[in-house]
């Protein structure tokens, strides 16, 4: 709830807000730990229990259904995107630049050239920015609800498990990976410019589902047992399909979206500034895998 909420919060802050650099490179050193997070933790959680010696030989050790089931999972999590920022463009009707319009402006002879060039410049830039809103939804909205799935299964996974040792590194890793993936979401909201209401729930279900997770694995602790086919299947497959959602927003809708974004484009400084911030944080979160 603290890194959801922080970036909403301090946006009265000058220095934290969207257009400021250093929003930019909080949100990168996020999105590092959102990647480092798939990568690093839930990918070979699911190699591991997929090829674990309690399944049977044949299909489970004969074919790669972590990668596998990560590779649909990201083609899965693009189409939903795609289609997702296609509907909210035709919806809005301002998804779609529209430069003849501009260019029919500008042919207007004599006194109105400058008239019409003013006013088509000036609608191309209110459809660019209303464009751009509507991704930032878009962004927003999948975002949330990877994050949601993935939170679940790593709330199951830590409520169900009987051994202490683990769950202690698991719960450090956790926490600490679990603020800034809010800090990153916390970050999309605030640019998806969502009403108060919006904001709140987004908040509300990010922070809930863990502990969701964590209450549904106690409950079903008795019946739920970490080497049995059922569980590591169900959890490895569950896994595989958070690893490949998880690094395919931190790759495409996180860091692409912005460091090919006018602001770092723009800035070659800022843009070296947020690369460090990205390695740090997959570094710091890299570094947990040892213990969790």
Not at 45 to 50: I, N, V
Not at 83 to 93: D, I, V
Not at 206 to 212: A, G, M, N, W, Y
Not at 245 to 254: F, G, R, T
Request: net charge neutral.
């Amino acid at each position: 709830m603290i890194g959801v909420c922080l970036p909403l919060i301090t946006r009265s802050v000058p220095a934290l807000s969207p257009e400021r650099s250093l929003f930019v490179i909080v949100k990168a050193f996020a999105a590092g730990i959102i990647l480092a997070t798939g990568f690093m933790h839930v990918l070979p959680d699911s190699f591991d229990m997929l090829s674990s010696d309690c399944l049977k030989e044949n299909p489970w050790h004969k074919f790669p259904f972590t990668g596998f089931v990560a590779m649909l999972s990201a083609i899965v999590t693009l189409m939903i995107d795609s289609m997702a920022t296609s509907f909210y463009s035709k919806k809005h009707k301002a998804g779609v630049v529209q430069p003849e319009e501009g260019a029919a402006a500008v042919e207007e002879g004599g006194g109105g050239l400058v008239h019409g060039h003013g006013h088509g410049h000036s609608h191309g830039k209110m459809v660019a920015e209303g464009s751009q809103l509507l991704r930032y939804r878009v962004i927003a909205m999948v975002l949330e609800l990877g994050i949601i799935v993935h939170s679940i299964v790593i709330g199951l996974s830590l409520g169900a498990s009987n051994n202490t040792c683990s769950i202690r590194g698991l719960i450090a890793a956790l926490c600490f990976h679990q603020m800034f993936e809010g800090m990153g979401l916390g970050g999309c909201i605030l640019q998806a410019e969502y009403n108060f209401v919006k904001k709140a729930a987004m908040a509300f279900f990010f922070s809930v589902t863990t502990p969701f997770g964590i209450a549904l694995g106690i409950a079903l602790s008795s019946m739920y047992k970490e080497d049995s086919p059922r569980s590591l299947i169900t959890v490895g497959l569950l896994n595989a399909s958070s690893a490949g959602l998880l690094i395919y927003m931190a790759l495409v809708d996180l860091l692409a979206s912005d460091f090919m974004g006018p602001k770092l484009q723009g800035s070659i400084k800022l843009q070296l500034k947020s690369y460090a911030a990205v390695l740090l944080g997959a570094g710091g979160m890299s570094l947990m895998a040892k213990w969790a």
